[in-house]
Each structure stands twice: as structure tokens, then as C-alpha cells.
């Protein structure tokens, strides 16, 4: 069994900033790739940064110069560092770990999500 617990999610004035942490755990030889999504109230679930674990990253471009993703992947952790926040980035993030090989099989998996919320 595989979870992905995230972390750090919360209120925040605009142009603040904030860190999201999200580590998996269980049976993992390796994981592939690691990232962020956000879901907004009305909105379709979006891709907001992912990582390889060679450290090949990808950002959405609303988020490019502003957010950084990050990953230590001994402890099978991505990070989130998201900075100059905008009223547009209140949203669910959810964590996601991409083609998790656990010894017997090769899953996708989602944590639970964390709130951020961008507000004055």
C-alpha cells in the first residue's frame, strides 16, 4: 500500500508565500515522476509543476517564475515552493506520484489534497 501525505497548505495574502511538501510512503523501489495539481472551485483539475526523477521539470505556464518544484528522492518527498501568490492560485493541490513500482506492480498514485487559499 502506497499514500501520499501532503503538507502546508493554508491562508495567505497575496504575494506571500508558502511551501508544499508531499511524501510517499509504503512499498516504493521507484517512482517515475512526481508533481502537482490544483483543482479550483468550478474548474477542472490542472497540472501545476511535475518532476522526473532525473530532475526533469515542467511547470504550468501561469506558474513559471513564480513557483519552484523540487524533489529528494531518498525520501521519495516532492516540494512545492510557491511564491508571489495570486488570488488565482486558491485551489485544492493534490500530490500526485506517477508509474510507482511497488516489487509486483506499477500504479498512479494521489494524495488527499491541501486547501490553499490566497486571500486579503
Known amino acids: 500500500q502506497v499514500q501520499l501525505v501532503e503538507s502546508g497548505g493554508g491562508l495567505v495574502q497575496p504575494g506571500g508565500s508558502l511551501r508544499l511538501s508531499c511524501a510517499a510512503s509504503g512499498s516504493i523501489f521507484s517512482i517515475n515522476a512526481m508533481g502537482w495539481y490544483r483543482q479550483a472551485p468550478g474548474k477542472q483539475r490542472e497540472l501545476v509543476a511535475a518532476i522526473t526523477s532525473g530532475g526533469s521539470t515542467n511547470y504550468a505556464d501561469s506558474v513559471k517564475g513564480r513557483f519552484t518544484i523540487s524533489r529528494d528522492n531518498a525520501k521519495n518527498t516532492v516540494y512545492l515552493q510557491m511564491n508571489s501568490l495570486k488570488p488565482e492560485d486558491t485551489a485544492v493541490y493534490y500530490c500526485?506520484?506517477?508509474?510507482?513500482?511497488?516489487?509486483?506492480?506499477?500504479?498512479?498514485?494521489w494524495g488527499q489534497g491541501t486547501q490553499v487559499t490566497v486571500s486579503s
Open positions: 500526485n506520484a506517477d508509474q510507482v513500482w511497488t516489487g509486483w506492480a506499477l500504479d498512479d498514485y
